[in-house]
């Protein structure tokens, strides 16, 4: 019998020390949250009667209702968009977008990265900016 709870009181020790050591893994997992991608939103271009070029990797399309904008940002710099008055795009005057994978602007070396509805002209700049020194400052703490 006393054997018995030996073995009994062993397991039980065992069993706690899972448990701490579980929890703390849980403590060190709260501590520093995972930061996922977002999931890519789709978005409805419809009537597309304008384009501003910001620079070689970001267009910010006009159209839709409400003078909607969407701003592309291509996979790759397309200098390409400094020429002409007219965008050509991969996409049909009503398209719905979720993934870009194969869409394009201007020429078809111009893949787009992604798509997303931004309030402005200004908006636009100011996510790219915003962007641009989080990535600075990612490749500073490296």
Sequence with gaps: MLRATF??????AAGLFSLAAAGAQETEAAAEPETLPEP????RLVNIHGYSVIDSEHVVLKGGSGNRRYL???RRSCPELRFGTRLTTSFGANARICHPTMEYIGGRTCRIEQIEEVESLEAARALINARAQAEDS???SR
């Design 7 to 12: 073995i009994a009181a062993g397991a039980l």
């Design 138 to 140: 990612d490749a500073q």
């Design 72 to 74: 592309a940002t291509l």
């Design 40 to 43: 890519p939103r789709c978005v």
